[in-house]
């Protein structure tokens, strides 16, 4: 029934896209996902897929930020990225970050009548973690923006010799052609002689059908990430696992909303006033082996 579903679903895009000429390329779905018996929260001390804690977890609160604090804390975070100014036609601008009501708030084009630099028109938001950190749990309870921009929670570090990242939360559900997708990637785009020794860019991407719309709700986003493997977690539901062949790069945490053509993503001047909201930010390390105080 699930897969006539899709089907159908799937033909029903393609013909949307066919009328909007839109040069996105076809779905090919890994599985579809079941959330019948994802678990229930008992505590927030713990990720939810393990709220007995039976991995041994430990919070780390140098690195969690529960976001109470009225403003966003500039210990542990950037309100901008500074690295990278964004993608065309989307510049990231502090403007659009704030913490209001006890959540991370990233809006659009709150940059007042500035002057944004050549191939940009329109401004979002980008919050960068000041430290980074190997291994552990990673949890956000977030809502997706419904408008065409790319909700963002992920890892990287950029560097001369190494360069990994792992995409924890990449969506564009402010589309009605990418409401029930769900993505899941990791990227190589270098690293040294004995970590790989990669050269050439490669990615390992799945896409999964969900049963409802990601930005209707807030969604709790987990990764959990050791030596061996990777694992990704929606509302406690483990929808993938990898195993662990090249990440083994201190990585920086990153929120942000962006625009990206490969989803579709391209501004729209008529949905201006959606927000991205993020509630929490934690991050666990096994009791045993804590490698970041």
């Known amino acids: ?47 939810l897929s393990d709220q007995d804690n039976k991995g041994n977890w430990v919070l780390l609160r140098s690195y969690s930020d529960e976001f109470e604090e009225g403003k966003l804390n500039q210990t542990k975070w950037y309100g901008y990225n500074p690295k990278w100014k964004g993608r065309p036609p989307t ?35 980008f919050v960068k973690s000041k430290k980074k950190i190997l291994y552990g749990y990673f949890e956000a309870e977030l809502k997706a923006m419904d408008a065409p921009w790319v909700t963002g929670f992920w890892m990287t570090n950029v560097g001369s010799d190494w360069w990994t990242e792992i995409d924890i939360c990449e969506n564009a559900p402010g589309l009605e052609y990418n409401r029930h997708d769900l993505n899941s990637n990791l990227h190589v785009f270098r690293a040294p002689k004995d970590k790989g020794d990669v050269t050439e860019h490669f990615d390992r991407s799945k896409k999964y059908y969900i049963p409802f719309e990601l930005q209707r709700n807030y969604h709790v986003w987990g990764l959990e990430w050791n030596k061996d493997v990777i694992r990704f977690y929606l509302d406690g539901v483990l929808f993938r696992e990898a195993k662990n062949t090249h990440w083994h790069q201190p990585l920086e945490i990153n929120f ?38």
Not at 7 to 17: E, V
Not at 99 to 112: A, P, R
Not at 257 to 263: I, R, V
């Open 256 to 293: 942000n909303n962006e625009s990206n053509k490969w989803f579709g993503a391209l501004p729209d001047d008529n949905r201006l006033n959606k927000t991205y909201r993020v509630k929490y930010f934690r991050t666990w390390q096994k009791a045993k082996n804590q490698t970041n105080p």
């Open 1 to 47: 029934m699930i897969k006539k579903l899709i089907t159908g679903y799937l033909l029903f895009q393609a013909l949307a896209l066919h009328g909007q000429d839109l040069t996105i390329s076809p779905k090919q779905y890994t599985d579809s996902l079941d959330f019948q018996h994802a678990p229930a929260r008992k505590n927030s001390r713990m990720p």
């Open 91 to 125: 510049f990231f601008h502090a403007s659009n970050v704030r913490v209001e009501d006890g959540e991370l708030v990233f809006s659009i084009n709150q940059h007042n009548n500035e002057t944004l630099p050549r191939g940009f028109t329109h401004t979002s938001g």
